[in-house]
């Protein structure tokens, strides 16, 4: 089977607007290489490629979510290309989901890897260095690694495995995300949000 992940087929989605299977398909085809599945739909689907996603997510939803103790509130956009899609209910739901698993969950503090600054990210590293000056230097780097991504899930919320792990058989918010954008067929985009606590 070919070499590739769920990620490596919303990163194509969203890099050319074909549907998901066609994604998939063409990875397949090319053997997990993104560069040439990405010839192999630009082939296959001529110029309907790159319509979805060189459209600008500008509609979407602002959802609140307040805890029962009136304590924490968070607020969080979501967007989407259509206005058909924003007032969709599953959409909307999602949207609320993401706002109470934000509110769950006080450390997040970035929507995405992206949005960390490499200052910040350097930083924690040299600590986690530090913490691991005693182990074998051959090692080292890959503990650090293994650190850095374990705090990563900690403050990025699309790295985040949903507060309601139950009910969404332990997928993280990127892949409930993926979920909603396959069902509706567009660019869903978590944008921002806001976290309000009593005290903080």
């Excluded at 299977?21 to 560069?35: I, S, V």
């Excluded at 850095?148 to 899930?153: A, D, E, T």
């Amino acid at each position: 089977m070919a070499d590739f992940t769920a990620k490596d087929v919303q990163a194509l989605r969203q890099q050319t607007g074909a549907g998901m299977m066609d994604c998939k398909n063409a990875l397949t085809e090319a053997g997990g290489d993104a560069e040439k599945a990405l010839e192999i739909l630009k082939v296959k689907m001529g110029k309907k490629l790159g319509k979805l996603a060189d459209r600008e997510a500008a509609e979407g939803t602002v959802q609140a979510y307040i805890h029962a103790t009136g304590k924490v509130g968070v607020i969080v956009e979501v967007d989407c290309n259509t206005d058909f899609v924003a007032r969709n209910d599953d959409f909307v739901a999602f949207a609320r989901e993401v706002a109470m698993h934000i509110a769950a969950s006080p450390t997040t503090r970035y929507v995405s890897r992206d949005e960390v600054p490499q200052e910040v990210k350097d930083a924690e590293a040299a600590i986690f260095e530090q913490q691991v000056s005693d182990k074998p230097e051959n090692i080292r780097p890959k503990i650090v690694e293994g650190m850095v991504n374990k705090w990563m899930s900690e403050i990025v919320l699309l790295d985040q495995v949903h507060v309601n792990a139950d009910k969404y058989d332990g997928k993280t918010i990127e892949q409930l995300r993926a979920d909603v954008s396959t069902t509706t067929g567009e660019n869903v985009v978590i944008r921002r949000f806001a976290r309000f606590a009593v005290g903080e």
